[in-house]
Structures are given as C-alpha cells and as structure tokens.
C-alpha cells in the first residue's frame, strides 16, 4: 500500500508517463521484434520474414547446402532474423488464432524439388498430412512469435457489386497485358486474332481484399482468366490468358489497376496462384501475408500496399523444380 502522499503523486506522475509514453509508441507504430513462419500440416515449418523492430528481414539461405546444427540451441542468432530463438509461435488461419505451437527441433523440409533448412513443431493437425509427394503441400496456418496479431484478408463475394466492378476495371489492362505477353514469344503467332480475343470473356475466378491504411482506399487482389476453346491439336485443353494482379480503387472514382498476364493451357503451367496467410501491422503499417505457388514453384511474401504500388517487402523462395 502507498501512504505517502508523495509517493501517490509519484506514482500517478509515473502511470501517466507510462501510458503517454505507450500512446507515442502506439503512434509511431513501434513493435517488438517478431518471426514469421509457415506452417505445414505435417508439423515442418519454413521462417520465411522477420520484423526486425525497424525494418523487414529474410536472413535464410535459399539452399540446404552443408551440415545441420547439431541441435536447435548450436543454430547461430542471426539465423532467427531477430536475434534469438522465439518460445513458442501462435498459428494463425487468415485473421483466426487456431492454436500454439513449440519448436522441437531443425529439420529438413522437402518444397517441390527443393530441401530448406526449417523447424520441427509440436503441432498436431486434425486432418491426416498428406505424403510430400502432393504439391502444392497442404498449409495450416501462419506461424507469428512474440503474440503478434494476425488480422483478415477477406474473400469477396462472387457476383457481389464489387466482385462485377473489379471485373469493368481490368478489361482494358486484360488486354493490353494478353497483348504485350503474345508478342513476348519469339515467331508464334496467337491462333485467335485480337478481336476474337476480346470477344471472348474474361472470368474473375478469385479475389481478396483489405482496407488500405490511406483513407477512403480499399485494396484487391484479382485472379482472373480468359480461356479458349479448345482446338484439335490442343488434346483437349485449349489457350487461356490468365490476368493476376492488384486493383486499387479510393475517393473519388480513383482507381489504379496493375496486372500480370500469362499465355499458357487449360492446364495453368507456370502460373501461381495467391493463399492468403493474412494481414500483420509493423511500423505503424499493414502488411498482407500471403503464399504464392504453382505447378513449379512456391513462394511466401510480406508486402506493402499503397494506393499506387505495392512494394515486397520481404520474399522467400520455398521451392521449385526445373522447367
């Protein structure tokens, strides 16, 4: 008990420092250093980004070459990104907590064609973990340390207004990209001429969204196809441009729509597709989370959006097999 008067008014002065003081933190967007991991649903994880406390980080060798640490405790400090082994890692599935897991153990973790040094947990998944041979291999979360929270990366509703509106907006950049990736394949000529091209529909097939920190600005991810009818010589499976990329719409009627455009088959080779992880704040900022993987590779990046850009932050190669 305080009965000092002195010291009472000691103690409100120093309560109030401390919350004015959490207030400036709060503001300038500090945070305690934190590692971000995937989980998949054997139990093996890959670190793939950390937060420094000031800045993004992604210290892992892309290749397992040499010998492993004898243990987890001979792995050297800067390999963690920040500064020490973390205690225990919550798991997140895109803005839901699901659970708690701790490291067992080094282990080597099989991505496609690829062996990266990754982390042995305790986790137990409810669904029975496929053999590694599947790919891309089932994910169970996001793995976050230092009781970081893990915020949505919502789907948006097939149909829904914004879901048709988001589908007006990229037609002309549809095309505009379907053209520039044609005339990037060296004497082949594109069976389709350009206005049956564009007499052919586009299908938005996914697509995801967040506020944006700059006001009055929403952010979306698009995935989206063009597919042709399938000729003789396709066996079946004929053309298809696929269109990937973000849709930035704000006030105003501003919009700014930046895509990637693929030529390819019914098949999809070569294109990647997006499993949202979800969102995290850092520096006063908000950051999506998310995988990025295909038939031939596999990829995890932390990035920043802004009304018109979004800058990777942080990436990390999970795998790959040669073409």
């Not at 207030?23 to 670190?47: H, S, T």
């Amino acid at each position: 008990m305080v009965n000092s008067p002195v010291m009472r008014v000691a103690l409100i002065i120093g309560l109030i420092g401390l919350c004015v003081a959490g207030g400036r933190a709060e503001q300038r967007g500090e945070n305690p250093p934190f590692l971000l991991g995937v989980l998949n649903r054997d139990g093996l994880a890959i670190p793939f980004a950390a937060y420094t406390g000031k800045r993004w980080v992604a210290p892992w060798p892309q290749d397992q070459r040499g010998e492993m640490p004898m243990t987890i405790d001979d792995v050297d400090r800067d390999w963690w990104g920040i500064g020490e082994k973390p205690a225990s890692l919550d798991v997140w599935w895109n803005g839901t907590r699901t659970g708690e897991v701790a490291i067992t153990s080094l282990s080597q973790v099989k991505v496609l064609c690829s062996v990266r040094l990754g982390l042995r947990t305790d986790y137990k998944a409810r669904e029975l973990a496929p053999p590694r041979l599947r790919q891309p291999y089932p994910k169970d979360g996001l793995l976050v340390s230092a009781g970081v929270a893990v915020g949505p990366i919502e789907s948006v509703e097939r149909g829904s207004t914004e879901w048709s509106r988001a589908l007006a907006l990229i037609q002309d950049e549809f095309n505009k990209n379907e053209k520039r990736a044609i005339n990037s394949f060296n004497g082949w000529k594109h069976p389709f001429s350009e206005d049956d091209r564009k007499r052919t529909p586009i299908t938005m097939e996914a697509m995801y969204r967040t506020a944006s920190d700059e006001p009055g600005w929403t952010t979306y991810f698009v995935e989206s196809v063009r597919q042709f009818p399938a000729r003789l010589r396709d066996g079946g499976c004929g053309l298809a441009t696929t269109g990937q990329g973000w849709v930035h719409v704000g006030p105003g009627g501003k919009t700014h729509v930046d895509l990637t455009s693929h030529v390819t088959y019914c098949d999809r080779k070569g294109v990647g597709f997006m499993l949202p992880f979800g969102t995290v704040r850092a520096g006063g900022r908000t950051y999506w989370v998310y995988q990025y993987s295909g038939y031939d590779g596999e990829f995890y990046q932390v990035v920043r959006p802004e009304p018109d850009d979004v800058k990777v932050v942080a990436g990390y190669h999970g795998g790959s097999c040669p073409e």
